[in-house]
């Protein structure tokens, strides 16, 4: 499957983007679709995750309750509202999926994924 992402851009502090990741080649199967992103210098860190098969969704400390993960059917296409984005947020954002399931407490874990979308980059300014 290929993933690709879409949806960044520039915005201000408390602004809002939601990305998109379609799958082409496939639908998106019952393995979990995760979000990461990986500011300069920085290691890739998870950003959101939802489980294909039974819809539970999970989210870091730092994306909780400002960001959502979710499906669309209709698009094939996973997609990640961010709002009151703040400059720390900015980085390139991937989302990744794999075939099979895996554990909820896995989902998190960038190595866990199979398929890797391009990125898209997220600019928030002050």
């Known amino acids: 499957v290929q993933l690709q992402a879409s949806g960044g851009g520039l915005v201000q502090a408390g602004g809002s983007l939601r990305l998109s990741c379609a799958a082409s080649?496939?639908?998106?199967?019952?393995?979990?679709v995760a979000w990461f992103r990986q500011a300069p210098g920085k290691e890739r860190e998870f950003v959101a995750a939802?489980?294909?098969?039974?819809?539970?969704?999970q989210y870091p400390e730092s994306t909780k309750g400002r960001f959502t993960i979710g499906r669309d059917n209709a698009k094939n296409t996973v997609y990640l509202e961010m709002n009151s984005l703040k400059p720390e947020d900015t980085a390139v954002y991937y989302c990744?999926?794999?075939?099979?399931?895996?554990?909820?407490?896995?989902?998190?874990?960038?190595?866990?994924?199979?398929?890797w979308g391009q990125g898209t980059l997220v600019t928030v300014s002050s």
């Open positions: 080649g496939r639908t998106f199967g019952n393995g979990p």
């Open positions: 990744a999926t794999r075939s099979g399931r895996i554990v909820y407490s896995a989902q998190n874990q960038a190595g866990a994924y199979d398929y």
């Open positions: 939802i489980d294909m098969w039974t819809k539970n969704t």
